[in-house]
C-alpha cells in the first residue's frame, strides 16, 4: 500500500472511531425522557419521609421500578420553614427527621433515583398558593443550593419560577444560572425548569435544560388535559435527545379520570416524548392503572427518537390524529376522540409517508391486536379516548398472515 493511502485509511479509522466513540457519549449524556413519580399531583404538602419511602417500595413492588419509573421526586412543600445558620435549606424535621440525604440513600440502594424542588424567585409556590411557611426560594442562594441538593444525594432538580416576576428576576439569567451551577456540583442532575408564562418558549430554554414546561398546571379531568395537548402543537421544534418539552406531570389515575381517559391522557403523553413522571398515589395502585402505565409498547414509544417529537398530523375537529415517526422506520400513531360518543378515525399510509398502497402491518398497543390493511386503517375510538397503533409498511417477517392484505 502506498503511503498516502495507508494515511487516507488510517484518517477515515480515526474519523470514524471518533463518530462511534461520539455516539457512545451521546447515548450517555442525551437520555430519553426521564420516568419516574413525583409527590404533588396526589399529595400537595401533604408529604413526608414514611410517604415517600413507602412510595419507593411500591415502585419496586408494582414492577413500574423495572418498566422504567426511576425517579422519585419530592415536590414542594419538603423544606423547613427556615434556612439553617448556614444558610442551607433544610428539610423539616418534623416530616423529615432523617433529612434528605437518608431517602436519596433508600433511593439509591433500590435502584431509584432522587428528586427535589427549589424555585428561582424568593418564595416557592406552595408559600404562595397553599400558605407553606418560608420564603424558601433559591433567589440569592443559587449556588449554596445546588451544593446542598449535590450534598443531599439529589438527581433530579425541578426549578420552578412563583413570585420571581415580582422579584425581578431575569428568567435567562436565572435558569442559566442553576444550569451552570449543578453542571459544576460533581453529580449529574436531570434539569426541569417551569418558567412562566410557559408559552412561547424561549430559545434558551432546549440549551440549559432538560425538561421545561409547556403550560400551567395539569388537574385530574378531560378539559385540562386536552388543553395542555392543545397547546403542543408546534413545539416539536424544540425537543431533541436530553431536551423535552414537559406538558405536565401525570394524572393517570387521579380523579374522576375514566379508563379511557387515563389510556388517552398517557398514550398521547407517551407519543410527545414527554417526560413520563406519575402522579397517583402508588400504594393504592389499582391493576387497571398499574397495567397503563406499565405498557411496554406504549413506553416504548416515549423512550424513542427518530429526529422528531409526536405532532398532530390532522385535525378533524373532534377527532385527531397525531403520530411520529420510529427509529425502525415504523410509526406510532394515536387516534384522538375528544367527544363524547365513540367514532371511527382513519389513518391513511400517504398521511405517515409510505406509499398510498402499502401494506400496512398493524399493532393495536392496547389490545395487541395485529392486523394487515392496504392503503389504509380505521379504529372504533372510545368516547374520550384514543386508539393507539403502531404501524410498519411492511408485514413483520414470520407473520402468517402475510398475503392477507386487505
Ligand atoms: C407549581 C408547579 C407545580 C408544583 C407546585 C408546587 O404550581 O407548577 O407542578 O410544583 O408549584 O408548589
Not at 494515511?7 to 430519553?32: E, N, Y
Not at 398517557?266 to 406499565?294: E, M, Q, Y
Not at 385527531?320 to 420510529?326: A, D, F, I, L, S
Not at 395487541?368 to 375510538?381: F, K, S, T, W
Request: charge should be neutral; proline fraction near 5%; charged fraction near 25%.
Amino acid at each position: 500500500m502506498k503511503a498516502s493511502v495507508l494515511l487516507v485509511v488510517l484518517l477515515a479509522c480515526v474519523v470514524s472511531g471518533a463518530r462511534a466513540a461520539d455516539r457512545t457519549v451521546d447515548a450517555a449524556a442525551h437520555p430519553p425522557p426521564p420516568m419516574g413519580w413525583s409527590s404533588w399531583n396526589a399529595f400537595g404538602c401533604n408529604i413526608d419521609a414514611r410517604s415517600i419511602r413507602r412510595t419507593a417500595d411500591a415502585l419496586l413492588a408494582s414492577g413500574l421500578r423495572d418498566a422504567g419509573y426511576v425517579y422519585l421526586n419530592i415536590d414542594d412543600c419538603w423544606q423547613a420553614a427556615r434556612r439553617d445558620r448556614e444558610g442551607q435549606l433544610q428539610a423539616d424535621p418534623a416530616r423529615f427527621p432523617d433529612g434528605i440525604r437518608s431517602l436519596a440513600d433508600y433511593a439509591h440502594a433500590r435502584g431509584l433515583k432522587l428528586g427535589l424542588y427549589a424555585s428561582s424567585g424568593s418564595r416557592t409556590c406552595a408559600n404562595i398558593w397553599n400558605e407553606y411557611p418560608g420564603r424558601l426560594g433559591s433567589l440569592g442562594h443559587e449556588a449554596l443550593d445546588a451544593r446542598t441538593f449535590a450534598r443531599g444525594g439529589v438527581d433530579y432538580l425541578k426549578y420552578d419560577w412563583c413570585s420571581a416576576d415580582e422579584d425581578g428576576v431575569d428568567a435567562e439569567a436565572a435558569f442559566t444560572r442553576m444550569h451552570l451551577l449543578l453542571g459544576a456540583v460533581g453529580r449529574p442532575i436531570f434539569y426541569s425548569i417551569h418558567r412562566e408564562p410557559q408559552l412561547p418558549i424561549d430559545t434558551w430554554r432546549p440549551r440549559i435544560a432538560n425538561a421545561w414546561r409547556t403550560t400551567a398546571d395539569i388537574r385530574p379531568n378531560w378539559q385540562t388535559i386536552l388543553r395542555n395537548l392543545d397547546q403542543q402543537v408546534g413545539l416539536e421544534a424544540f425537543s431533541s435527545p436530553g431536551h423535552w418539552n414537559d406538558p405536565d406531570m401525570l394524572e393517570v389515575g387521579n380523579g374522576a379520570l375514566g379508563i379511557e381517559e387515563n389510556r388517552a391522557h398517557f398514550s398521547l403523553w407517551a407519543l410527545l416524548n414527554a417526560p413520563l413522571i406519575l402522579g397517583n398515589d402508588l400504594t393504592a395502585l389499582s391493576d387497571a392503572v398499574r397495567r397503563i402505565v406499565s405498557n411496554r409498547d406504549v413506553i416504548a414509544v416515549d423512550q424513542d427518537w427518530a429526529g422528531t417529537q409526536g405532532h398532530k398530523l390532522r385535525d378533524d375537529g373532534e377527532t385527531e390524529v397525531w403520530g411520529k415517526p420510529m427509529s425502525d422506520g415504523s410509526f406510532a400513531v394515536v387516534l384522538l376522540d375528544r367527544a363524547e360518543q365513540p367514532v371511527r378515525v382513519g389513518l391513511r399510509a400517504a398521511e405517515i409517508g409510505f406509499s398510498p398502497d402499502a401494506c400496512l402491518s398493524v399493532k393495536n398497543l392496547w389490545t395487541g391486536a395485529e392486523g394487515l390493511y392496504r392503503g389504509e386503517y380505521a379504529d372504533r375510538v372510545p368516547a374520550h379516548g384514543v386508539s393507539m397503533i403502531r404501524v410498519w409498511s411492511r408485514p413483520p417477517r414470520g407473520n402468517r398472515a402475510a398475503q392477507a392484505c386487505k
